[in-house]
Structure formats: structure tokens, C-alpha cells
Nanobody
């Protein structure tokens, strides 16, 4: 059973930074990709970034490009999301997710593409 646990969320002022982490249990290093999503109450989950496991290539949504950076440990089963220049519009619950098998597309961006989800961590950016 694969478990994902996010940490690092909290309250930060506009312009500040946070670093989220995603620890995993039961995940071997041969999954296809890991991503980050976020969700604001009343809205759909938004894909933010994806790292393809075999080559480490990383992709970002336009809303976070240049501000967020996704990385991983050498183990390839612990991921991070460095978030800089945060704004109140970044306030949301942030989730790390994993897709196990090859989904047939290079960068899976849909909720239904993913097999495993963490419980989420709240990020609140004050104005």
C-alpha cells in the first residue's frame, strides 16, 4: 500500500516562501511520475507541476512557472515543492500525487490520471 504524506504548509505573508515536502511509504522508485495539485474550496483541483521519474524532467502550470520549483531526493521517493513569491491566490490545500504505470501521455495533468494521493497540507497566504 502506497502512502503519501505532505508537510510544510502553513501561514505566510504575500511575497514569502514555503517549501512543501512529500514523504512516501511503500513506493518503489519505478513509478511513472509524481505531481503536485492544489484545491481551493468550491473549485476543482488544479494541477501545478509534474516530474517524470525516469529522466527527472519537470513541467509546470503557467500559474506557477517561475515561482514554484519541484525537486526530489536521490531516493526518488521524496519530493519537494519550493514556493516563492506567494500571493493570496496561492492559498489552497496542496496535494502530492503519484501515477504508477505509464498513463500514455508524457505529462499527466488530470485528477483521474493519478493512482495515489496524500491527505493534503494547507497553505495560507495573507495579504
Amino acid at each position: 500500500q502506497v502512502q503519501l504524506v505532505e508537510s510544510g504548509g502553513g501561514l505566510v505573508q504575500t511575497g514569502g516562501s514555503l517549501r512543501l515536502s512529500c514523504a512516501t511509504a511503500g513506493l518503489t522508485s519505478d513509478y511513472y511520475a509524481m505531481s503536485w495539485f492544489r484545491q481551493v474550496p468550491g473549485k476543482e483541483r488544479e494541477w501545478l507541476s509534474c516530474m517524470v521519474n525516469n529522466d527527472g524532467d519537470t513541467y509546470y502550470a503557467d500559474s506557477v512557472t517561475g515561482r514554484f520549483t519541484m525537486s526530489r531526493d536521490n531516493s526518488k521517493v521524496t519530493m519537494h515543492l519550493q514556493m516563492d513569491r506567494l500571493t493570496p491566490e496561492d492559498t489552497a490545500v496542496y496535494y502530492c500525487v503519484v501515477v504508477w504505470g505509464n498513463p500514455g501521455i508524457r505529462v499527466p495533468m488530470l485528477v483521474e490520471d493519478y493512482d495515489f494521493w496524500g491527505q493534503g497540507t494547507q497553505v495560507t497566504v495573507s495579504s
